[in-house]
């Protein structure tokens, strides 16, 4: 005794179970990540005046991994198409293509995150700021070593739009002369501590795909060859959560990068 | 998505092993009682941090009785000599609530009730996704064992209220929060995964003539509270996943600028702000109120329409009741927060959201009421407890219009009368509504009855005992007593003795009264918990398969029912209940049976 429409779909609902499935577990990812944006609205509405940094993030890299994402969303599609054409073949060669997009996207993803998880903020006692990348923290040596340059306070950094880039030179600054050490991770301000955030949880979604795509690529696609409705809709379903998560996606990039 | 094949052992006639049957069993019977002796488990355990809360509460400074040694072998600083610490205190009422809430009174509605039922009242063999059945149970468990956990991690469980505001909750330097935050993660992925079960069961897996408008009220009602939960949910996640980040990264989205602790500013970035978690928490928690009480208004009208041998009362506005109740209730958060001093504008308008949430709950209470004139009503346990449950929640929901209006609230905000009103709600309303649906639905489950004797010693005794210990809330609030105080207000009274606003002595004795009453109501329960096992073995047998004479669909089946629950996929003909249609020979027509047979004389 199977449970009925798990291939075919309901007459009176045009649904499979899987297909209804999906659908309202994506309207429960809308609110998840719904919930995220509305925090992100909230603290950065609610910021005091000269806090909210803009245009900290590469846009260049945010603008790849945005045009990664919409080549793999093609990608699953054209997946899911080989598969109703009954072209097998092609169903491996665009599924591969995906999980490699998807996998290129987190590469990006990951050397964004330290690169700003190996940036610093150093409070000086004269009041100025050094802002770079560590080069050398040896605790025994009195100094540290920073690729970047000097501002005369926070507040000077919080825009890097339009400024151009300061000169980046290696600073040798005494252990004496610090205040305070900070990277640019999230306890340094709300804008960092919400986009890691939400694009942690992001990438944790899209590491779900990835692990999802490759079942289906791998050991998951012998199913085609017992079931081949079931396995065309599973590819299906699992291309309408990629295709949220995608969109997710959409809504990150100006809101993190283009700000 | 996927889901594998959906039974293993569909097709092989070989008796599945131990672990496949009990364990990690795919089948939603199977699944449901599991829910159900680990909801009802973790609903006695936070019973019991209750009692040791009111022992405190009536004699602050006392050591505990009979468990004051294990309480400091367990808690060490936090109860010395068996004192219970204020400390201890606030850890206790934080676990009591989020137990009661998340571990207890929704699983056992949704997941013991729901999963048992929805697909054999809607006439399906299993849910609609039985691995993510048994997955959404794990995630549960697993949740519990994580809040559990956290009795034993040095500094204990988390102690920032059930509804773990921040700048409190974050500021507490111990890992209870922690543990609180992830157990909470896990809760939330199993009540999503249940939701997605639940709708599409409903909506895909209903039997051949199984239209909308002739689903059982319990059925919309668990339809409605999965929605609630599907969608309400995950704004309580994301805030979860940012305090996380906040509490172990050191960031600061719910916390302030200018923050001081203990004197000493605080280490953060500040920036943040507290009432966005409110605003985030308060969006789930509200709604989940209606998930509190929707499937028991559910199981409440199916002992009802069983119970007065007549249709129900405009079934049909029921339904939509509960339908703009679903939708209604996502309007109301903010009638929390009135104190947050958010503008009498939005004030304005969640108090008048409030108000209209109240009209479908009012009309469903009416309609049970109407149903019962003129019925020929038979006094059973499962009846006491369905009748019972129509004043005890409108006691709780009376009593909630003060807090509504932002005006009366202002007074009322944090007082024990929040913790009366809500308590009505969910003690003597929505649990007396899962004792009910326990003692109606036990034949069908183990095919012999409970003992209607003990069964109406522990209705009496509950219903005395509850009112007993949450009447007397009410009027302390009145008076101004504040909740969470560990000492019950003692301090505060005596300082401020005679002057205007303080606690008079009688407000103050009636913390003795309820401790006696929360003993009266642990003792009680004895007779309920023996009845639950003893009736397995020695409870009367049940004459056939349908011992009620009801008419939904699980009373046409086997007793217990057969694993896939029907033998021939049932067809349905007409609406849930059917009694005492003029024209029958018997004064229930099933909703399998066809025009064409059986009764026409």
Known sequence: MDIPYTSKVRPDTGLYNGKLGVWLFL??????????????????????????PHGWMNVTLGTINTVLLALSAITTLLAWAALKTKQFGRYKLFGLLTILLACAFLGIKSYEYRDKLTHYQVQLNDGRVADGHLVENNKDADYILLRGHYAANATELLDGRAKGHPAHEELKIARADIKSLKNYGPALNNFLAIYFSITGLHAIHILGGIIVFAYLWGPGSKMWFTAPARFTNRVETAGLFWHFVDLVWIFVFPLFYLT | MSQPEAHPSHGSHSEPGFLRKYVFSIDHKIIGIQYGYTSLAFMLFGFFLMGIMRWQIAHPGEAVPLIGNFLQTVFKDAAINGVVSPDLYNMFGAMHGTIMVFLAVVPVLTGAFGNYLVPIQVGASDMAFPRLN???YQFYLFGGIVMLASFFIPGGPAQSGWTSYPPLSLIVPTDGQTYWLVGMVFIITSSLLGSVNIITTIVQLRAPGMTWLRLPFFIWTEFVAAFLLLLAFPPLEAAGLLQLVDKLTGSSMFLPTGLAVSGAAAHAAGGGSPILWQHLFWFLAHPEVYVLILPAMGIVAE?????????????????????????????VWAHHMYLTGMGTVIATFFQTTTMMVSVPSVIILTCLLISLWGGSIRFNTPMLFALTFLPMFAIGGLTGLPLGFSASDLHLHDTYYVIGHFHYVVAPGTIFAVFGGIYYWYPKMTGRFMNEFWGKVHFWGSLIFMNVIFMPMLSQGMAGMLRRMSDGGINYALSHTGAEGSLPNMIMEMNRVILWGAIGLAIVQIPFILNVFISMRKGVKVANDNPWDATTLEWQTETPPWVYNFRKEPVVHRGPYEYSVPGFSRDFTPQTEPDNVGAKH
């Open chain 2, 134 to 136: 048994m997955m959404s």
């Open chain 1, 27 to 52: 309207a429960s990812e809308v609110m998840l990540f719904g919930g995220l944006f509305s925090a992100y609205t909230y603290l950065r509405i609610g910021a005091p005046p000269d806090t909210w």
């Open chain 2, 303 to 331: 002992i009802i329409a069983n119970n007065i041998r007549k249709p129900l009362w405009g079934y049909k506005s029921m339904v939509y009741a509960s339908l703009a109740l679903g939708f209604l209730s996502v309007l």
